[in-house]
């Protein structure tokens, strides 16, 4: 298994994917009315598809997945640049933090980091924030399914593609438990070929994941899960 997509609802996908695309510099894969595609390549480390799927309503509620931008001694460079892209700032109580929080051109919160030696290597996208109502435990669950393994960050438990590049995928301290609400933002992992979907399942409820389930949503060809906090995911098929 592998993780392969960061999927974010939006009203426009479009519009949302082709913002996104400039920001990270990605290659597009996908311009649909329903849906749109762009890839993000570290160079010697992974590769993450930004996905951008229709839905009915803007976000109404505080995200608990977002992006990290890298910004580093760039930082007031890279604010400007986004804000001419079409992003705007936002105050969600940050006060005097040393990173910039934005907001998307759908309302979406994302941040321009300062300088960190954890961010080294990481491309654009320095890191990927999911709220854990248990950071530590969510950590081990999240190394497993995914294959990524201890950044060595202090300030959280921090995952990173074994290769040492590419974005952290940090499990912070939730402000408050996951309500009914699906996520805004979400992961997709990818089975890879010889993988057994019954036994991934079997491995995700052992180590206190659950399997969704919408009927109204019909038959997928992957399954929807959600981890030990509650957060949302995909596992897709192997490729053919």
Not at 33 to 55: H, K, M, N, Y
Request: aromatic residues 6%; charged residues 30%; hydrophobic residues 35%.
């Amino acid at each position: 298994m592998y993780l392969e997509n960061v999927v974010v609802d939006a009203v426009d996908p479009g519009r949302l994917g082709r913002f996104w695309e400039e920001v990270v510099g990605g290659e597009r894969l996908t311009d649909e009315s329903e849906g749109f595609e762009t890839r993000l390549s570290v160079e010697g480390g992974p590769t993450l598809d930004l996905c951008f799927q229709r839905v009915p309503d803007l976000p109404s509620a505080a995200p608990r997945l977002h992006l990290d931008l890298l910004g580093g001694a760039r930082q007031d460079e890279v604010v400007q640049r986004l804000l001419g892209l079409g992003a705007r700032h936002l105050d969600i109580g940050q006060g005097d933090a040393p990173w910039v929080v934005l907001a998307d051109p759908e309302g979406n919160p994302f941040c321009v980091m300062e300088e960190r030696a954890a961010y080294v290597g990481t491309g654009p996208v320095a890191a990927l924030p999911l709220d854990s109502a248990d950071p530590d435990r969510d950590a081990e669950f999240w190394s497993w399914l995914s294959g990524w393994t201890d950044a060595g960050v202090a300030e959280q438990p921090s995952l990173r593609h074994p290769s040492g590049r590419g974005p952290l995928l940090e499990l912070c301290p939730e402000s408050a438990p996951k309500g009914t609400a699906k996520n805004r933002l979400h992961l997709d992992v990818r089975l890879e070929t010889g993988d057994d979907p019954d036994e991934v399942e079997a491995g995700i409820i052992a180590r206190d994941g659950r399997r969704e389930h919408h009927p109204e949503w019909g038959e997928l060809p992957w399954r929807l899960y959600a981890d030990p906090s509650g957060n949302e995911f995909c596992v897709l098929p192997a490729r053919a």
